[in-house]
Structures are given as C-alpha cells and as structure tokens.
C-alpha cells in the first residue's frame, strides 16, 4: 500500500510539474500563434466543405437534367 501512495503521490507531483513548466506555455503559445496564421488565410472547415461539396453535386445532378430535358425539346415532337 506504501509503494501505491507514493508512486501516486510522484505522479501527481511529476502532472504538476509538467503543468507550470515551459514547455506547457510554449505550447499555449504555439497553439495560438498557428491559430492566428490560420485565421488570416481563407479556410473553411471541413464540415463546410463537406457541404458545399454536396450542394456541388446537386447542382450538377440538376443540370444534368436540365441539359437532357433541353436536348429533348430542341430535338422536337419527334422524340
């Protein structure tokens, strides 16, 4: 039991550690200069992408119609 609370007592000293440590604000502060970078480039996110991905194959499917329905009338009464 001694050997658990002391391997806990270390694993919790080491987490504390880690979280007031440099690297920790480096890495607050990486995160946020690379969130700046992005926000000044024009990018969508993937859920939009997604959308407009299928809202682009709607609309080509609809065209497609169109185009048939188009070739039909120019052909005449005949067909």
């Known amino acids: 039991m001694d050997n ?12 504390e550690a880690v979280a007031n440590s440099p690297v920790k604000d480096f890495e607050k502060n990486a995160r946020a ?22 809202l682009l194959a709607r609309t080509r499917q609809k065209l497609d119609e169109l185009e048939a329905r188009v070739a039909n009338l120019e052909a005449g009464p005949n067909q």
Do not use: P, Y
């Open 4 to 15: 658990l609370k002391f391997l806990d007592e270390i694993s919790a000293k080491l987490n």
């Open 33 to 54: 200069l690379l969130a700046q970078g992005f926000a000044k480039l024009d990018l969508v996110t993937r859920e939009e992408f997604d959308i407009q991905t299928q």
